[in-house]
C-alpha cells in the first residue's frame, strides 16, 4: 500500500503537468489578435535634418527608411501623389517605430505630450476597423492603399474618446 500512493501521486502530477502544457500553449482567438502589437507613433518637426542629426546622436536611433514621396489610393482607385519628408528611426534590433514627419510651420507647444497619432498594426484592417467604431471610435479618413517606397499599406485613421488620432496599418508588402 506504501508503494501505492507515490505512484498515484505522480501520474496525478503527470496528469496535471499535460494539461498547464496544453492550456498554455493554446492561442487566442484572431479577434482577439486584431490588434496586435503598437507599430509606430507620429511626430511633427519643423527641420527634418535638424531632427536626424539629434535622434541619432542623442539615442543613438538608426534612419530605418526616409521618405519623399507618397502615392494614396482610395477604395474608388482614385490616386494621388504627395512630396513628403518623413523619417521613420529604430532602435537596434527593436521593432518599434518613432515616425516623425517634416511641417516647417510646426511650433511646438510643450506642456503636454505632442504626439499626433499613435498607430496600431493589425492583420485584418476592415475587421479591426469595426472594431474600433463599436468600441466609440469614430472614422477620420477612410480605408486607403498608401505606397512609400517599396512599402505597400491599407490604412484608416480614427479619432478616440479624447480627440487623439489613431491610424490603423496593415502592411501588404515590405517594411520599414
Known amino acids: 500500500?506504501?508503494?501505492?500512493?507515490?505512484?498515484?501521486?505522480?501520474?496525478r502530477a503527470y496528469l496535471l503537468l499535460v494539461l498547464l502544457a496544453f492550456v498554455g500553449c493554446q492561442t487566442k482567438?484572431?479577434?482577439?489578435?486584431?490588434l496586435s502589437r503598437f507599430n509606430h507613433v507620429y511626430l511633427s518637426v519643423a527641420d527634418m535634418d535638424r531632427c536626424i542629426a539629434f535622434y541619432t546622436a542623442a539615442f543613438d536611433l538608426e534612419v530605418a527608411k526616409h521618405v519623399k514621396k507618397l502615392k494614396r489610393t482610395t477604395e474608388?482607385?482614385?490616386?494621388?501623389?504627395?512630396d513628403i519628408n518623413l523619417a521613420f528611426f529604430r532602435f537596434p534590433?527593436?521593432?518599434f517605430v518613432l515616425e516623425v514627419g517634416e511641417n516647417?510651420?510646426?511650433k511646438p507647444e510643450n506642456s503636454s505630450a505632442n504626439y499626433l497619432h499613435v498607430c496600431v498594426e493589425v492583420k485584418d484592417i476592415e475587421t479591426a476597423g469595426k472594431r474600433v467604431e463599436e468600441a466609440g471610435g469614430i472614422l477620420s479618413r477612410p480605408l486607403s492603399l498608401v505606397e512609400i517606397e517599396g512599402v505597400t499599406?491599407?490604412?484608416?485613421?480614427?479619432?478616440?474618446?479624447?480627440?487623439?488620432t489613431i491610424e490603423l496599418l496593415q502592411l501588404i508588402s515590405g517594411g520599414i
Not at 482567438?29 to 486584431?34: I, N
Not at 490604412?155 to 474618446?161: I, L
Open 153 to 164: 499599406a491599407k490604412t484608416m485613421f480614427f479619432t478616440g474618446p479624447d480627440g487623439e
Open 93 to 95: 534590433g527593436q521593432g
Open 1 to 11: 500500500m506504501k508503494n501505492q500512493m507515490p505512484v498515484y501521486l505522480c501520474r
Open 104 to 106: 516647417p510651420e510646426f
Open 76 to 82: 474608388d482607385g482614385m490616386s494621388t501623389e504627395s
Open 29 to 34: 482567438s484572431d479577434e482577439v489578435q486584431l
